[in-house]
């Protein structure tokens, strides 16, 4: 894994220069000069960091490849964006992209109440809004609250029901006004085809959205009848997200966009786009046998585009606006989480370990010497007969011959050879190897939780690349496993030998050593979930200066442990009086410890849940 994969997942958006990983945007900060920065003014535990700079480049990266497409094919329609809200509604994120995207007329799709009231107070007027997933007659009057605030508004049906309240909605909002306004109109369908990967159900026939032709055929007849067919306008489907593979979606375009043009020609005068939703993919692969995307953008575009064109060339009808919902593809890289590493836990498997006696068991003896003298031209046969002492050792242990002190020198001596022979064959890179590298991984306790900060690891294996932020320009030699500091063995990334990941041997108590897990922008928020009672980490947003330095700006620190109760609805009075009488009851402590411990309990309450440190349990380790 050359450069920890960068040139597959990175999207020349950061560098390895020297030996930090760097922005590769105006001064090149490194992400350890800024990390050091927030942890001087006293945050400490993970941070997630925002780069607004790399919302804007997706935003007119997908611009600017759709308008080159339309101008290869000369096609008329717009091509328009939303951004789904659903895929991250933090204000320092929602802030940001509406900042970045001013010049791009780009809208947000909301798929609740409260999205839809962020999508109505943040996006300016003019730029879209659609609003997508199950509606009730509440929110469908928030819509044409938006359309009558002059917001330019689709309601996308997702079930006739939906179109039997718009219908009544109407008639409350509309009937005796002299200028009526209703929202534009769109209709979710029902993908003969179906959508693919772990999402797949987002599409095809079995999918919880879309109206059948039936159906559409009958919200058509409907629509007609309450004089509501001017106001459809939009074709929208959605096939899943994470599209691998670019197939599904090229039969999705044709099912869609002939559904577009028959309803034309059927009368829907009005009817102008096809809003083909999300999917588009992210290269999370950090191994080149791994990837998760078989196209290009460029290729997604003239895709989209150029079947339309067709479509629309055949039946002889106006070539519609196209929109993207893409989410993911924009928000992804804008965030990194970097946690530092707290211990390491195989720093037992040191030569210092050793409890060597006078005289030791023969085996002991003979696994010693074979430690001491492996080279590579032996180091092959010199493993084996490791391993075959050791299982030797442990047989005599459970019978009782040997002691817990030579069954620890057994385990000590058997993983250095397997280090020392990995690290002498390791242009070999045999099966037998690589199998063994599973013994000698190092164990990285991490400050973090992946059930707060990477919930699609938890739930769905989803890879994030994993970089640590120094030591780069030196090779990192220990096969490693990540775990997070909840008490749940799922809060591991277990070492796989397949899509191996290795980082530097360091010494916690004399060095800090930072990893950073890219690519976290989409999803990961929201769904995380409090496990353990970890919540949201500290975050921050970098920008740049006129002169090209990076400003620290909107930290927020991650909730005080009063906070997290009360957000579980605690009454934290009274487990605040709970506490204090605790401590002023005691009988066992004196009155200036009482005042000595209610400061340090308070100090304690205003912080957050994770770790500061737990160098203090090195030293005591070592003491
Ligand atoms: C989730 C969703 C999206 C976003 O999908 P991405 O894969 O993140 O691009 C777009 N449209 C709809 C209707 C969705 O439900």
Redesign the pocket.
Known sequence: MKNFGLNIWGDDNFIIENDTININYASNPSLLEITNEIREKGYKGPLLLRFPHLIKKQISTLFNTFDKAKKTFDYHGNFQAVF?L??NQFPNFVHALMDVSKEYSYGL?A?SKAELIIAMAQTPLGAPITV?GFKDKEMISLCFIAAKMGHNITITIEGLGELETIIEVDKEFNTDIKKPITPKIGVRIRLHSSGIGIWAK?GGYSSKFGLTSTELLEAYEMLKKHELLSHLWMIHF?IG??MGDIAPLKKALREAGNIYAELKKRGADSLGAINI????AVEYSQHSNNQERNYSLDEFANDVVYLMQEIAKSKKVAEPDIFT?????IAASHSVLIAPVLELFSQEYHEKGLRLKEVNPPLIQELYDLFNTIKRKNAREYLHDALDHMESLLTLFDLGYIDLEDRSNTELLVNLIIKKAIALLKNEGTDELKKLQDRIQEKYLVNFSAFQSLPDFWGLAQHFPIVPLDKLDEKPSNPASIWDITCDSDGEIGFDRELPLYLHDIDVSKEEYFIAFFLTG?YQEVLGMKHNLFTHPTEAVIKFDEKGNYVIDKLIEAQNLMDILDDLDYDTNLIDRSLKYKIEDSAHISKEEKNELLGKLYLFLSENSYLKTIQAQNENKKG
Do not use: I, T
Request: avoid cysteine; proline fraction near 5%; glycine fraction near 24%.
């Open positions: 789904p659903k895929v799709e798929g997508n987002s959605h997200s994470q939703g999300g999917g588009l919902e893409s989410g993911r593809y989409a």
